[in-house]
């Protein structure tokens, strides 16, 4: 086996293990979902760390894709994935009810950055 094919097998292993946490962590959370101001200053500490274990894994999946494989389905639904988390990044735990939203909103777009994984992956011949 080449060197690119040994070091994409290796990116592959890293992103499905991103995508097994994101999905534990997801069926954690599915009590709490959607989020809203009240339920978000109310979450217990196991909430916390579903969630934290959920975005943590959602970004690095994300950061995988994007500056690993260097391959991308459709910009604009990157962008806007990208747009998501990083309004995360510059609101959370400053605005319970922003931060809220934009969990919410990562939580219901997982499929769509798992899907573009799985596109990617299936498209790529080793």
């Given at each position: 086996?080449?060197?690119?094919?040994?070091?994409?097998?290796?990116?592959?292993n890293e992103c499905d293990?991103?995508?097994?946490?994101?999905?534990?962590?997801?069926?954690?959370?599915?009590?709490i979902?959607?989020?809203?101001?009240?339920?978000?200053?109310?979450?217990?500490?196991?909430?916390?760390?579903?969630?934290?274990q959920?975005?943590?894994?959602?970004?690095k999946?994300?950061?995988?894709i994007?500056?690993k494989?260097?391959?991308?389905?459709d910009?604009?639904?990157w962008?806007?994935?990208?747009?998501?988390?990083n309004?995360l990044?510059?609101?959370?735990d400053?605005?319970?009810?922003?931060?809220?939203?934009?969990?919410n909103?990562l939580?219901?777009?997982?499929?769509?950055?798992?899907?573009?994984?799985?596109t990617i992956?299936?498209?790529?011949?080793?």
């Amino acid at each position: 086996m080449n060197i690119y094919k040994q070091k994409l097998l290796k990116i592959f292993n890293e992103c499905d293990k991103h995508i097994i946490r994101i999905q534990s962590a997801s069926t954690k959370m599915q009590s709490i979902m959607p989020l809203d101001k009240d339920k978000y200053l109310n979450l217990s500490d196991d909430e916390v760390e579903s969630i934290d274990q959920f975005l943590f894994r959602f970004s690095k999946l994300q950061d995988a894709i994007e500056e690993k494989l260097e391959l991308l389905v459709d910009v604009n639904i990157w962008r806007e994935l990208r747009d998501d988390r990083n309004d995360l990044a510059h609101n959370y735990d400053d605005d319970p009810e922003e931060t809220s939203e934009v969990i919410n909103k990562l939580y219901y777009k997982k499929d769509i950055l798992i899907d573009i994984y799985q596109t990617i992956k299936s498209k790529t011949q080793l």
